[in-house]
């Protein structure tokens, strides 16, 4: 499984272009051969900074999407952001999910006075 990771700015009063753009690309972008997840977050702290994270199933569909019109699209918003982009394309090869956890927790709660309070 590949992992894209795509972290951007927005200038302030461009805010509604850049959500707008990035909004239109959820649905067909989704539905890209390959693709197994395409989803756009929101800071809490700052509206205008968002992550989109990319899931896809192999480098080859990746890099169809990459030379696709709709990425090219992605990076057209360049003169709508405070920096530029950051990408970052990570390979995964071993998955785990909740069952790791589970197997961790379930060898017993460990002391918690290592925890700072930082309040």
């Known amino acids: 499984m590949i992992v894209v990771r795509i972290t951007l700015n927005a200038l302030a009063d461009k805010h509604l272009e850049v959500t707008q753009t990035l909004l239109s690309m959820i649905e067909p972008v989704g ?20 992550c989109l994270l990319e899931e896809w199933e192999t480098r080859e ?10 990425f090219g699209a992605l990076l057209g918003i360049k003169p709508l952001l405070r920096e530029p982009l950051s990408i970052r394309i990570y390979t995964i090869s071993h998955p785990q999910g909740m069952e790791v956890i589970e197997a961790i927790r379930a060898k017993g709660a460990l002391n918690d006075e290592h925890i700072v309070n930082l309040s």
């Open 61 to 70: 569909t990746l890099d169809h999407h990459i030379q696709s019109l709709r």
């Open 31 to 50: 539905m890209e051969k390959g693709c197994r997840n395409y989803s756009i977050f929101c800071n809490i702290h700052d509206k205008n900074n968002f």
